[in-house]
């Protein structure tokens, strides 16, 4: 199994939009800064704010990405708020 997860900061009130398939592994490696030029790195206060299961990486992968492209904080708290926006944007991509 896979997940886009969104992790949030109070701190620097900001976003993170990932995948992984092992969501408490990485959300530690993000506070512990393992990864040295991640985005995460500005803060140490990541909380998952949405774990959406996939079928699959490339599920994954593919929501990753659009929502990168919306490039809106308003639309990051709507699918927070209703993830079923997720599986209707998986939807309309199948068919």
């Given at each position: 199994?896979?997940?886009?997860?969104?992790?949030?900061s109070?701190s620097?009130?900001?976003?993170?939009?990932?995948?992984?398939n092992?969501i408490?592994?990485?959300i530690?490696?993000h506070q512990?800064h393992s990864?040295?030029?991640?985005?995460?790195?500005i803060?140490t206060?990541?909380?998952?704010?949405l774990?959406f299961d996939c079928?699959?990486?490339?599920?994954?992968?593919?929501?990753?990405k659009?929502?990168?492209?919306?490039?809106?904080k308003?639309f990051?708290?709507?699918?927070i708020?209703?993830?079923?926006?997720?599986?209707?944007?998986?939807?309309?991509?199948?068919s």
């Amino acid at each position: 199994m896979h997940y886009l997860n969104i992790l949030y900061s109070d701190s620097s009130q900001k976003f993170y939009i990932g995948e992984t398939n092992n969501i408490e592994e990485r959300i530690l490696k993000h506070q512990n800064h393992s990864y040295q030029n991640s985005f995460t790195k500005i803060a140490t206060d990541w909380r998952i704010v949405l774990a959406f299961d996939c079928l699959n990486r490339e599920e994954a992968i593919y929501l990753e990405k659009f929502i990168k492209r919306m490039k809106s904080k308003t639309f990051n708290n709507k699918i927070i708020t209703d993830p079923s926006i997720l599986k209707d944007v998986l939807s309309k991509r199948k068919s």
